[in-house]
């Protein structure tokens, strides 16, 4: 089973944001930016590749459930999801990366 499978069943804790029965948004372990949270289907999927465009029209309105919890909508906010080897995933269920509460900064460098 996946780490994040695992943080879905309370296996591995996690200090959650948002939950409701399909998904859940949990601050990440390893913060980059002031606020990083990690917005995952509870269902697993490897990535964004696989998932069904239906699902994803709900996790869209989660997404925007969790940014609006951390009021961050205004101010604006990045939302990556890393998928497979040249994508640079490492966890390999779904996610996206919530960054924000500060400026991120530019994508290209
Ligand atoms: P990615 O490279 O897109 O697969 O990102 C995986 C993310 O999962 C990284 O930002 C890690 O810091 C994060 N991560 C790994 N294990 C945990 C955990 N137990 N709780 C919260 N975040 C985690």
Same mark, same amino acid.
């Given at each position: 089973?996946?780490?994040?499978?695992?943080?879905?069943?309370?296996?591995?804790?996690?200090?959650?944001?948002?939950?409701?029965?399909?998904?859940? #948004?949990?601050?990440?372990?390893?913060?980059?930016?002031?606020?990083?949270?990690?917005?995952?289907?509870?269902?697993?999927?490897?990535?964004?590749?696989?998932?069904?465009?239906?699902?994803?029209?709900?996790?869209?309105?989660?997404?925007?459930?969790?940014?609006?919890?951390?009021?961050?909508?205004?101010? @604006?906010?990045?939302?990556?999801?890393?998928?497979?080897?040249? @994508?640079?995933?490492?966890? #390999?269920?779904?996610?996206?990366?919530?960054?924000?509460?500060?400026?991120? @900064?530019?994508?290209?460098?």
């Amino acid at each position: 089973m996946c780490i994040f499978c695992k943080i879905v069943k309370g296996e591995i804790p996690n200090q959650t944001i948002l939950e409701d029965e399909d998904f859940l #948004a949990f601050n990440d372990i390893n913060p980059s930016r002031k606020i990083h949270v990690l917005i995952i289907p509870k269902e697993h999927y490897d990535s964004f590749d696989v998932i069904p465009p239906k699902i994803m029209a709900n996790m869209t309105e989660f997404i925007h459930k969790v940014a609006s919890k951390l009021d961050i909508r205004k101010s @604006g906010y990045r939302l990556i999801t890393n998928i497979g080897n040249d @994508g640079g995933q490492e966890v #390999a269920h779904l996610h996206f990366h919530l960054l924000g509460g500060e400026e991120v @900064g530019r994508l290209v460098r």
